[in-house]
């Protein structure tokens, strides 16, 4: 074999060996999963381990679905004023592209919006949940041990706390949920001499949850703190860090039709119920939304669709994700209506303002 062929086939073979170990570096680089030891995990549950029990389950799932929470806190907001079977109709309607798990969320704007305003925190607390359920959930005990033993939770008209190895936080009223506003620095620490400890923890803006939203996992979820797992529509949920790209929870009371949802690496995740790609319906142009049957002739202000812009890590809003198509009214939402929830007020007159 000529020289000049021996140099030509020792590169080529060099140049396949070094992309095949770069490869396989990149690979086990991205599958590496992330790990947050004991302190940084109570940090971060720290501001929803007060929740109750059922609320916080879907918060931890939907969670992992971070990319998505965005889009879905902009649906929600844009809905406030939609409730029980009226704001089930309009997730069903709308074909929403999102997990069941953020889509359970949607009756809890001021949660989502949350959410959406630190996806920083949002996605890893996703991901610690991914990664390390069981910490997860040991870290959720800490927090609330804490709570319980500087007296800032207690059982009240709002929620029910069973105290032992494990504090369980369920709501009064089962459908009806309660939020908690509190301060993550002030209920994990001991109270100052003279403090009221009773006021550290607020509650005032509540949530019916009935049989509507039973097909998103609501009345048949809760959390088995000796096994330390979250359980959604009466399933253990196993989504994990290895299985991320695949795995899809069922929903055996969900049947929808909505395009499959694209996974990573352009992979499809199906499941959840039924999903079958659906046309999309044109939609309304401006200046023929309706409002309590009157047609405004002005050019309605620009909403901004989920999907149709990204915003940050793992693709969120995807261009090839439809956005939804509205089949109800719409109102505007003052300041007074988006401020109310995360102050633990009750919901003020609706204005709703343009």
Same mark, same amino acid.
């Given at each position: ?37 004991? *302190?940084?995990?109570?940090? $971060? ?79 890893? $607390? ?11 959930? *040991? ?95 009466? *399933? ?93 009214? $719409? ?8 401020? *109310? ?14």
């Amino acid at each position: 074999m000529p020289l000049t062929h021996r140099i030509i086939k020792k590169a080529t073979w060099t140049l396949a060996l070094c992309l095949f170990g770069g490869s396989l570096a990149v690979t086990a680089l991205a599958q590496a999963p992330p790990y947050y030891p004991p *302190a940084d995990l109570d940090n $971060l549950v720290g501001r929803i381990a007060l929740y109750p029990d059922s609320l916080l389950g879907q918060v931890l799932a939907a969670a992992t679905f971070s990319d998505q929470i965005p889009d879905a806190a902009n649906w929600a907001d844009g809905h406030h004023y939609l409730t029980g079977a009226a704001l089930a109709d309009a997730i069903q309607a709308d074909m929403l592209p999102w997990d069941p798990s953020v889509q359970a969320l949607l009756p809890f704007p001021s949660v989502l919006e949350m959410m959406a305003s630190d996806m920083n925190w949002t996605q890893a $607390l996703g991901n610690a949940f991914l990664a390390q359920e069981p910490d997860v959930m *040991a870290a959720v005990q800490r927090e609330r041990q804490k709570a319980y033993q500087y007296g800032y939770l207690r059982t009240n008209p709002q929620i029910v706390v069973t105290p032992g190895s494990y504090i369980a936080i369920a709501p009064v009223n089962p459908a009806f949920i309660v939020v908690p506003v509190y301060d993550p620095l002030l209920v994990y620490a001991a109270p100052r001499p003279g403090f009221f400890v009773g006021g550290a923890i607020r509650f005032g803006f509540g949530v019916t949850i009935g049989g509507f939203f039973r097909p998103w996992g609501w009345g048949v979820s809760h959390i088995n703190w000796g096994e330390r797992a979250v359980f959604i529509d009466n *399933a253990r949920w196993g989504r994990t860090w290895a299985n991320r790209g695949t795995y899809s929870h069922p929903y055996p009371n969900l049947h929808r039709e909505i395009p499959p949802r694209p996974g990573p690496g352009g992979s499809v995740a199906r499941g959840g119920g039924e999903r079958r790609e659906a046309p999309v319906p044109p939609r309304v142009p401006p200046g023929t939304e309706t409002r309590g049957g009157e047609t405004r002739g002005q050019p309605a202000p620009q909403r901004v669709p989920p999907g149709s812009a990204a915003r940050g890590p793992e693709g969120r809003g995807q261009a090839n994700r439809p956005a939804p198509v509205e089949q109800h009214q $719409l109102h505007g939402r003052s300041q007074a209506e988006k401020q *109310a929830p995360r102050e633990g007020k009750g919901q003020p007159k609706e204005e709703h303002h343009r």
